[in-house]
């Protein structure tokens, strides 16, 4: 497993911050902050920390870079293999890079995403613990980078349907939990199991925001249906106003079956279907099995990793602003 780097390029700050990369240079000398060399094979250039871009945000306007609690975004499905532990985890890295501290939580029974961020099970304790009273959130949370944490996965989070009943409110199994380390960290990024469990509608009563992605498949739009529907349910019985976001992931854009899920999705959900298109690439998986991200993979121009460093600026507009 390769170490992660949360650095970041000059040019992608200066595309963050929405300015040139002379005007970064010039934040950059008026703050005292030294630019670092990031080095990828021959190819070397200018990058940030997370500190450097936390601190080039808090500077403009002189204001706190995130208000508040912190946002919880949710990677939902009731599907198999549409990408959810991939996209969750190159863009809670993105985000880290970006300044943001990240808290995962894995409450996939797999553990795709502690596996692709740790490259093993980092410890024995899950959600699961959690809800039996044998840890606290505090405790059960790995410090795995800089402002990247993690709330592993292991296979006793199957247990969670097993042991509670419908009866229990969403915000007993997850929300009120949050509490304990919510100003800790700007941004909790949770990867959900593919199914209509009680502890993803936990997850979804407790999110910002809920991202469902949606492959050009006829099998993949019936999962999105199933999951809509399951929301909807979630905001009428506890009347909770959900933002959800679809997203559309391994486009194929010369492929007629993406051409038509894409113009159906634009039709049916309008303004609830991101901008940002992640298309089909080869750099996931050899990043994948790389033990990296798409970002630490290459420092090159890559469809891959424009995709999601597009998608994380989207998600998270008003808190990289």
């Known amino acids: 497993m390769k170490e992660l780097d949360n650095r970041v390029t000059l040019a992608d700050a200066a595309a963050m911050l929405g300015i040139s990369r002379v005007a970064v240079t ?53 599907k198999g293999g549409i990408g959810k532990s991939t996209l969750s985890y190159n863009f809670a890295l993105r985000a880290s890079q970006y300044g943001l501290r990240v808290l995962c939580i894995d409450t996939d029974q797999q553990s795709h995403l502690t596996l692709c961020l740790c490259g093993k099970a980092p410890g024995n304790r899950c959600w699961y613990d959690l809800l039996e009273g044998q840890t606290t959130l505090r405790e059960a949370i790995v410090p795995w980078r ?32 949050l509490e304990e380390v919510e100003a800790d960290y700007d941004l909790v990024v949770v990867d959900c199991a593919p199914s209509l469990s009680l502890l993803n509608q ?10 469902i992605p949606q492959t050009p498949s006829r099998l993949s739009f019936d999962g999105l249906e199933l999951t809509i529907n399951f929301l909807e349910d979630l905001h009428e019985n506890f009347e909770k106003q959900l933002d959800v976001r679809i997203l559309c992931n391994m486009v194929e854009p010369d492929e007629l079956s993406s051409i038509r899920i894409i113009s159906h999705l634009s039709k049916t959900y309008g303004e609830a279907l991101c901008r940002t298109f992640v298309h089909r690439s080869q750099t996931f998986l050899e990043a994948i099995d790389a033990g990296t991200s798409v970002f630490d993979y290459t420092l090159k121009a890559d469809t891959a990793r424009d995709d999601l460093d597009a998608l994380t600026r989207e998600l998270l507009a008003d808190r990289l602003s």
């Open 26 to 78: 010039k934040k950059l000398t008026l703050l005292g902050i030294e630019p670092i060399q990031i080095r990828k094979g021959n190819t070397e250039v200018q990058g940030l920390t997370p500190e450097h871009l936390r601190h080039l945000r808090s500077s403009r306007a002189g204001t706190s870079p995130v208000p508040g609690r912190p946002l919880v975004l949710s990677f939902q499905g009731c």
């Open 146 to 177: 800089e402002y990247l944490h993690i709330v592993p996965g292991t296979i006793h989070l199957a247990l969670i349907d097993y042991k509670y009943n419908d009866r229990a409110h969403p915000e007993a199994l997850f929300g009120r939990y």
């Open 202 to 211: 936990a997850v979804a009563y407790a999110s910002d925001r809920i991202v």
